[in-house]
């Protein structure tokens, strides 16, 4: 293998452990979230975290793009 060829899968595993990591995280920050919200409005709970998904969604596919663009260039 090229010295290239390795730089290119570890530039991928990198960006693939990035993509876990920043979704992990983001699930641990909404559970903590929903967790203290809950009990006082559940209807509000439900809607926040229905905006949160998204946003985690967002924010996961962003990261993900990213990280495929750094391989391929």
């Not at 709970?45 to 990261?63: G, H, I, K, P, S």
């Amino acid at each position: 293998m090229s010295d290239r060829t390795v730089q290119d899968i570890v530039t991928a595993v990198v960006g693939l452990v990035a993509v876990i990591a920043v979704r992990w995280g983001l699930g641990v920050a909404m559970a903590r979230y929903e967790r203290r919200l809950a009990p006082r409005d559940p209807t509000e709970a439900a809607r926040r975290r229905t905006t949160l998904l998204f946003l985690r969604r967002v924010v996961v596919a962003l990261v993900a793009v990213i990280a495929v663009w750094n391989v391929l260039t």
